[in-house]
């Protein structure tokens, strides 16, 4: 009989669920970045109006924001897994900034697959080393879930694209350089949605922002966009004008990806804290985290916590290996679990805290909202479950 240990290999076996030495030192190293910021910073930037611009500069720098971009680009030749550690990590220390979500993960991956070599030139460095930041817009007033009926259209004139629309909800325009703005072409206005995807810069002519007034203790704002023909040379379309859903689907499993990366690392501070909280408050003989009340949900929490990590690690590691389609499934189940035990874990960290749950001083109670973005963006809970009850199920459409 052959056992594992006699089994002829050069090599010693691969354990997929111990992560590689490269990813391990990744994760470290931006663990020390975020905790040498910590959530008192992000708090303070938040409070004051103030934006991170230096944890952004600094972990572009160290080839972080970068880390899944093409090297010959200036990023680290990674994938959506090292960029998902990365997220968690920043996230897992009250500093997830929110731009990473967009920028390199939902851009940079569209720019580096469907973009001409000029536009890679043009674009990728700056997002690598975060120089420059991108933002990005699909949802509109009128369409919300229902992306198939957003009207942003483009019409040609001579060689330029002229661009009409409504966008909103769109985070951090007033910190990006330029919006990757999805829109459709004149001649594909109806029907199904054939994206046709343009660069457009926040300083263009007839292009405006407005911020709204969000209860959201974070330094990345979201705004309406207002496109009134907003001209763009030829090279502003990133891919083919009617590249149907694959070339957005790119873009939009990474999202997933990093949407759950950031709730999974929210959900780590929080649960981080709470352990603390209750391994040391002792109100009658024993600390309360003796009480079966308090640790048992603190031990779901933590269950549930890492199955969506591990489902989001799936979901990485199938869109690295090229996977877009079998990427799908498990992006939308890890985005949804991970909200899920966000949201759950952040509301049992302020009750295992009791008043001081609700206190600024330890941090738990600004989360009570900011979990909540997880469970409505970038796809809501309901449409996940959509995908999944028609996808996975093959369950009729209601709509
Ligand atoms: C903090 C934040 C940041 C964001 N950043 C960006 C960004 O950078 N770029 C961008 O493009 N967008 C962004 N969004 C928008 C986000 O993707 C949308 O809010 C989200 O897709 C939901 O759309 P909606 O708000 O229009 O809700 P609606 O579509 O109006 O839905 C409202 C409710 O109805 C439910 N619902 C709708 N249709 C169905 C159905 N068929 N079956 C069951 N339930 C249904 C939804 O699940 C939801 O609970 C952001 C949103 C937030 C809150």
Redesign the pocket.
Known sequence: MTTFAETPTDAAPVNPFVETAERAALRASVAALAKRYGQEYFMECARTGKKTDELWREAGQLGFLGVNLPEEYGGGGAGMYELAIVMEEMSASGVGLLMMV?SPAICGNIIARFGTDDQKQRWLPGLSDGSITM?????EPEA???SHQITTTARRDGSDWLLTGR?V???GVDQADAVLIVARTEDAKTGKLKPALFIVPTDAENFEYKQIA?E?INPEK?FQLFLDDVRLPSDALVGSEDAALGQLFAGLNPERIMAAASAIGMARFALGKAVDYVNNRTVWKTPIGAHQAIAHPLAQGKIELEMAKLMMQKAATMYDAGDDWGAAEPANMSKYAAAEACVKIVDQAVQSMGGNGLSTEYGIAPLLNLCR?AR????????VL?FVAQTSLGLPK??
């Open positions: 967009v933002a990005f817009g699909i949802t919300g879930s229902n966008k909800w769109i985070s969000m959201l979201q973005v409505v963006a970038p796809v809501s809970r309901e449409m959509n209601s709509y």
